[in-house]
């Protein structure tokens, strides 16, 4: 069975960072990539980071500089970590099986339909 348990997540104020963190099971983490997707009220799911199939992590433009995706295959975990947070990024955030891929312009594409429940994250002006 996969398992995917984003967490992490939480109240902070803007310019406040955060860590999340994804813990895998029932997938071979070494030859899986992990991203992450946002969705915030009243939105559709959007995809925030992920890497290409060289491992390179790609951003979306409104996170560049701010995100940074972290793989440690020692403990099968996918981390997010979060500086600068701005109320705008406020939204459930999860973690899924994920390729960076182009149609029209790059963004993330989940390779696999696996999602867990998703961190809340929110974040006060």
């Known amino acids: 069975e996969v398992q995917l348990q984003a967490s992490g997540g939480g109240l902070v104020q803007a310019g406040g960072s955060l860590r999340l963190s994804c813990a895998i099971s029932?997938?071979?983490?070494?030859?899986?990539?992990i991203g992450w997707f946002r969705q915030a009220p009243g939105k559709e799911r959007e995809g925030v980071t992920c890497?290409?199939?060289?491992?390179?992590?790609y951003y979306e433009d409104s996170v560049k500089g701010r995100f940074t995706l972290i793989s440690d295959r020692t403990s099968n975990t996918a981390y997010l970590q979060m500086d600068n947070l701005k109320p705008e990024d406020t939204a459930v955030y999860f973690c899924?099986?994920?390729?960076?891929?182009?149609?029209?312009?790059?963004?993330?594409?989940?390779?696999?339909?696996?999602w867990g429940q998703g961190t809340q994250v929110t974040v006060s002006s």
């Open positions: 899924t099986p994920a390729l960076k891929s182009f149609y029209g312009g790059y963004y993330c594409r989940p390779s696999r339909n696996y």
């Open positions: 029932g997938l071979p983490f070494n030859n899986t990539h």
């Open positions: 890497f290409d199939t060289g491992g390179v992590p």
